[in-house]
């Protein structure tokens, strides 16, 4: 997956990787890939929902140990 961009949003509450993740987003041209790694484990549902408030769409979500990581591609 040819990410443009990285966030780290690792020891971060929501809304903060959220708005990480939108700052980023902003930053970006339509259609490249953003991936954000969080350790919160709501974030998994803030994604989904945020994906569908936005029109950005979720490409992929993966957890690893502690570390939950998210796709985003810019709308």
Known sequence: MDVSKEV??????CPLPILKAKKALAEMA??????IT?????????FQAFARQTGNEL?????????????????
């Open 8 to 13: 780290d949003a690792r020891g971060l509450n």
């Open 38 to 46: 969080c350790t919160d484990p709501g974030s998994v549902r803030d």
């Open 59 to 75: 490409v992929e979500q993966v957890s690893a140990g502690t570390d939950f990581m998210h796709v985003l591609r810019r709308r």
């Open 30 to 35: 339509s259609g490249e890939l953003l991936r």
